[in-house]
């Protein structure tokens, strides 16, 4: 059954890491912010992000570039947005690393839906309505868990 939807070596390392990062990436999103385990499993989570991305390239759909590696690009971009401030340790660098990385695990929760509309349904028709409806709910219960978050964590918009 998973030779239906794993149908290389790229596409089987791409899922297993698919899934390490969903997990640390809740893991961190949920939990209390810059402890050690924070740091921890937010770099695995940054290391399984970059991965996973990368590996993004290899896969080729819908005769090449797609859709789909537009959004590979623009999570790289949240990545690289996140960590850099933590790296430069500017000025509000907290709040930019929080946003970023917050919205950098929607963003993976949003693929996801993309990812099983692409497996489970019968038509192109169906595969956006479906994709459009999840992602724009993961977005909304994203939001509000950033938000929620972020006002714990005395960060302005």
């Known amino acids: 059954m998973l030779d239906n939807f794993i149908h290389s070596n790229i596409g089987l390392f791409h899922f297993i890491i698919s899934v390490l990062a969903l997990i640390t990436g809740t893991v961190v999103l949920l939990n209390t912010k810059g402890t ?4 921890q499993i937010g770099y695995i989570y940054v290391s399984s992000m ?9 896969i080729i759909n819908f005769g090449g570039f797609s859709i789909f590696h537009f959004f590979a690009i623009f ?3 949240t990545i690289f947005g996140g960590m850099i401030p933590t790296i430069k340790k500017k000025k509000n660098w907290f709040g930019y690393h929080f946003y970023f990385m917050s919205w950098s695990v929607v963003g993976l929760y949003a693929a996801l839906w993309s990812e099983i509309g692409t ?3 019968n038509s192109m028709k169906d595969f956006w309505w479906v994709v459009a409806l999840a992602t724009f709910l993961t977005i909304a219960i994203g ?7 972020a006002k714990k ?3 302005k918009k």
């Open 50 to 58: 970059l991965l996973l991305n990368l590996s993004s390239f290899f």
């Open 36 to 39: 050690r385990l924070h740091k």
């Open 75 to 77: 999570s790289l971009l």
């Open 143 to 149: 939001a509000r868990i950033i938000n929620k978050q």
């Open 153 to 155: 964590l005395n960060l």
């Open 119 to 121: 497996r489970f349904t």
